[in-house]
């Protein structure tokens, strides 16, 4: 059976953006931390998320991946050209209440027992990657999430979501590794206990 992963960037209080949406800054991130990441994608071959995450994220990356950055993106790295190339040949799966996510394909309603059945699928594993109201009834779901590797940046912010504000039931995780940067972000890497 295939894993779930659930991966997401936060702040060292667990917080995924500011207040308003917008992500924080400064953002310490660099090739080393994304070339480690990569690591995690690259197994992996297929990619879960939310709409706003897909569209926030997936357009950039396609277009760094094609060879068509924004003009205002910074220098592409060979690390951020890895991911780029990675995440391009995976297939997105888009959690959208209207079924039209731009993704290869879209999920609706009570998103659990379909992430069961693409488990069950031949493959390899998926990365799932979602606020705290669509991670809160997912990460409670018993035997659902199979590990959790979250990059957690040295910053503290006053407001905004917090990863795992909307779980229902406690989580036991075992700390598997953890990597540290540079930069100052680490890497932590949990596999659920049941």
Known sequence: MRK???HMQTTLD???ARGDGTLWEPFPWGDAEVAYV??????ADTWAMSRVLYEAIIPYWHDVATG????????TTPAFAD?????EAMTKV?????AESGGDVALSGD???QLFALKEQE????????????LGPLASTPGLVDEYVLPVSPIVLSSGPRLFEDVTTDLVLNLVHAETFAGGAVVLHYQTVA
């Open 4 to 6: 779930i992963i659930g």
């Open 14 to 16: 667990g917080r995924i």
């Open 38 to 43: 990569n690591e995690t994608f690259r197994r």
């Open 68 to 75: 068509h950055p924004p003009a205002d993106a910074p220098p």
């Open 83 to 87: 991911f780029a190339k990675i995440q």
């Open 94 to 98: 888009v959690f959208s209440r209207t």
């Open 111 to 113: 998103l659990a027992p």
């Open 123 to 134: 493959g390899r594993d998926i990365i799932l990657s979602a606020g705290p109201r669509t």
